[in-house]
Every structure is written in C-alpha cells, then in structure tokens.
C-alpha cells in the first residue's frame, strides 16, 4: 500500500516568488493536513482538508492557502515568499481525520527561500 | 489550555541502557494518542496509536504505554539505529484537532 506522497521534495526559491507543493494521500483517506516544520518551532499546523472543504486552520497569514481535489490530492500555495518560510513542509492524511484515526506523514517537501 | 508536553527536550544513552520518554498532555476529549519516530530530514515515521488509560503496545524495542494524563515510550536495550527524534501527538473530539509536542531527541552511542 503506498504512502503519503510528496513533491517536489526539494525546492529553491527567491523571495517574493510563490510556490505550489502537491500531496496525494493513502488510498481511501480523505482527509489531507500540512504541517510546517522548523528547528526552532516544532510542528506548526496550517490546514486540514476533508471532502474538498477546509476544516480547520492554523494560526499563518493569508499568503499561505490550500486546496483539496475530489480524488482527495491537496495542493498548498505559498505567495509572496518570506526568507522565514524556509522551512521542511509536511502533508499527513488520515481516514476521515477525526482524533481518533492515525494521520500518517509523508517524506516531505524542503522549501529553501533565498 | 490544550497542550502536550514532551520531556527530556534531549537523551543521550549508551547501548544498552534503557530508559523512559514521556508524553505529557492537557487536552480534553482524548480520542487517541499517538507515537512517531522522526529522522532527520525525514517525515515523522507512525509507531503507535494508543486509545484508552491502561493500553499498552509494544514493537521490537519499543513500548508505549498510557495514563489518564501522560504517556510514557520505553525503550529497552536500545541501538544507535534507534537515535531520532521522537514525536507525540493527541488527537481530540473538539474540532478534530491534532496537538503534537515539540519531541525528544534521542542519541544512542555505541
């Protein structure tokens, strides 16, 4: 059964530009979240998608946007680039992503804003 | 405030030398618990998911355990292969939400 996947898995970008990172979760799950991950501050969230519908969101500008596909494949958009992005992007996707259903990662997309 | 706790924040073990991670946490609704083993560079890699006070899982060198407010993951005799970090996170009923900790990282010296 393959895993979440992930790409590009690494990226440069100037500042400024914007950027678009593809997931396509487990088969069956339906529900796809991003993470931003950095040394200093751990896992941040910054969207959970369900059936196309944003359900939840994090506490991250509007620069940061996100969209789910009817084949349950999520996009993340990032515009306006900051150095402060740089920054390892996580997509997990669980079942029906209720607390209770393991959310599994993928390998993840390393962003690298110059 | 919900929130889960992870300590130490650092773990330096020789081979062999077992010991605790704990997993602390302030969430209400607990509808799961959850274990994660990450290197670096790499996405968190899942371990297991623990539901109720009392439930235990365990794999290869690895158990977990749970509490009504805390987690512990036990490592036994453990490898150089085990040094990463590890992630805990809790899932709860209210809006469906994920609290992950900030992890323990883990070195094992051989």
């Known amino acids: 059964k393959a895993g979440v996947t992930q790409t590009p898995r690494y990226l440069i970008k100037t500042r400024g530009q914007q950027v678009t990172l593809s997931c396509s979760p487990i088969?069956?799950?339906?529900?796809v979240s991003w993470y931003q991950q950095t040394p200093g501050q751990g896992l941040q969230f910054l969207f959970e998608?369900?059936?196309?519908?944003?359900?939840n969101k994090g506490n991250f500008p509007g620069r940061f946007s996100g969209r789910q596909f009817s084949n349950s494949r999520s996009e993340m958009n990032v515009s306006t680039l900051e150095l402060g992005d740089s920054a390892l992007y996580l997509c997990?996707?669980?079942?029906?992503?209720?607390?209770?259903?393991?959310?599994?990662f993928g390998e993840g997309s390393w962003l690298t804003v110059v | 405030e919900d929130q889960v706790t992870q300590s130490p924040e650092a773990l330096r073990l020789q081979e062999g030398e077992s010991s605790s991670l704990n997993c602390s946490y302030t969430?209400?609704?607990?509808?799961?618990l959850f274990w994660y083993r990450q290197d670096p560079g790499k996405g968190p890699e899942f371990l297991f998911t623990?539901?109720?006070a009392g439930e235990e899982k365990e794999k290869e060198r690895l158990k977990a355990t749970l509490t009504k407010k805390e987690s512990f993951l036990h490592i036994t005799a453990p490898k150089p292969e085990d040094s990463a970090t590890y992630l805990c996170?809790?899932?709860?009923?209210?809006?469906?939400?994920?609290?992950f900790g900030s992890g323990t990282k883990l070195n094992v010296k051989p």
């Open positions: 997990a996707s669980s079942l029906d992503g209720t607390g209770g259903n393991t959310i599994y």
């Open positions: 088969s069956g799950h339906r529900s």
């Open positions: 998608y369900f059936s196309e519908t944003q359900r």
């Open positions: 969430v209400s609704g607990l509808r799961g």
């Open positions: 623990l539901y109720s």
């Open positions: 996170a809790v899932g709860s009923s209210r809006f469906n939400k994920f609290y």
